[in-house]
């Protein structure tokens, strides 16, 4: 039986947050038994969610500020707005690739702002690492990105329809999973948020509702790069697939975070470095065959 498309953009958009929920909790349980712990149920994330909804907003000068308190509810808004444009295309218009570049880059920058909005120090030390970081990896991001599209030579994310770009852009691949590892927050990059050193880095300060939109805020950026994972480096699946890949491409982030150590920030800069020079040898390269 064929839903109507109308229907099926209506359950999409009801289902991006649980679902996204859903994936991190998946992430954390594969986390633990990759680790030998058992771990987390997979639906905690939600029930963790709608507790911070229950609980009372706590007494503290930050929130005298009207941006600590607005902060987290435009931080999942842009991160809502991520997938608008895959895997259904939603917003569709030429060099809408850019577009999202940017909701990209403003929702990291808005995750800078937490930081700084709060009145604690470990909230500003995460923060003040976090934008260090910024310099490099979002430059980087933004290079890959056009780099595919240069090579597809497409302006569109909708008209985006190549298979195994893995096998055609190795380099583009590698340094994609660097890059998705440090703007997802998790080790080796997950230098911002480092818990066991600055507690819970830009959360630190929050709690109920805006604790709950910045967790949520979270797991919608995992699984929008799970999906972006699968869309630009193997294929554009139909959505029952990409229901099935997504969790295969978060046990895959799971499997990076639970093998790897965290870098200090003059490593992470460093190592940013070298695949900042990486992905510009691939993007020349990738011109001068192109054009």
Same mark, same amino acid.
């Given at each position: 039986?064929?839903?109507?498309?109308?229907?099926?953009?209506?359950?999409?958009?009801?289902?991006?947050?649980?679902?996204?929920?859903?994936?991190?909790?998946?992430?954390?349980? &594969?986390? $633990?038994? !990759?680790?030998?712990? /058992?771990?987390?149920?997979?639906?905690?994330? *939600?029930?963790? @969610?709608?507790? %911070?909804?229950?609980?009372?907003?706590?007494?503290?000068?930050?929130?005298?500020?009207?941006?600590?308190?607005?902060?987290?509810?435009?931080?999942?808004?842009?991160?809502?707005?991520?997938?608008?444009?895959?895997?259904?295309?939603?917003?569709?218009?030429?060099?809408?690739?850019?577009?999202?570049?940017?909701?990209?880059?403003?929702?990291?920058?808005?995750?800078?702002?937490?930081?700084?909005?709060?009145?604690?120090?470990?909230? &500003?030390? $995460?923060? !003040?690492?976090?934008? /260090?970081?910024?310099?490099?990896?979002?430059? *980087?991001?933004? @290079?890959?990105? %056009?780099?595919?599209?240069?090579?597809?030579?497409?302006?569109?994310?909708?008209?985006?329809?190549?298979?195994?770009m893995l096998l055609k852009l190795p380099i583009a691949f590698i340094c994609f999973i660097a890059v998705m590892a440090i703007e997802i927050r998790i080790t080796p990059y997950d230098t911002a948020a480092a818990p066991t050193e600055v507690l819970e880095g830009v959360e630190t300060e929050y709690s109920g509702k805006g604790l709950a939109f910045l967790h949520i805020s979270d797991a919608l950026k995992l699984t929008f790069f799970a999906v972006l994972f699968i869309y630009f480096f193997f294929g554009q699946f139909s959505l029952p697939w990409m229901l099935l890949f997504v969790p295969l491409a978060v046990v895959f982030f799971s499997f990076v975070q639970a093998t790897t150590g965290r870098y200090r920030v003059d490593q992470t800069f460093k190592r940013l470095t070298f695949f900042l020079i990486l992905i510009l040898i691939e993007f020349v390269r990738i011109k001068f065959i192109t054009w």
């Open positions: 039986m064929n839903l109507d498309p109308n229907i099926v953009k209506i359950l999409y958009i009801l289902l991006i947050v649980p679902f996204a929920l859903v994936m991190e909790g998946i992430r954390r349980k &594969a986390v $633990a038994r !990759m680790q030998n712990r /058992i771990g987390p149920p997979i639906t905690q994330p *939600i029930y963790d @969610i709608l507790k %911070l909804f229950q609980k009372k907003k706590s007494d503290t000068l930050a929130q005298e500020n009207s941006f600590f308190k607005v902060v987290p509810f435009l931080t999942f808004c842009v991160a809502f707005s991520f997938f608008l444009f895959i895997p259904l295309s939603f917003i569709s218009f030429k060099h809408d690739f850019i577009f999202l570049i940017y909701l990209l880059v403003l929702e990291s920058a808005l995750f800078v702002l937490a930081g700084f909005a709060g009145n604690n120090p470990y909230s &500003a030390i $995460a923060s !003040m690492r976090e934008l /260090i970081l910024m310099v490099s990896y979002e430059m *980087i991001f933004t @290079i890959i990105i %056009l780099t595919l599209f240069v090579y597809e030579e497409v302006l569109m994310v909708s008209e985006f329809g190549a298979m195994f």
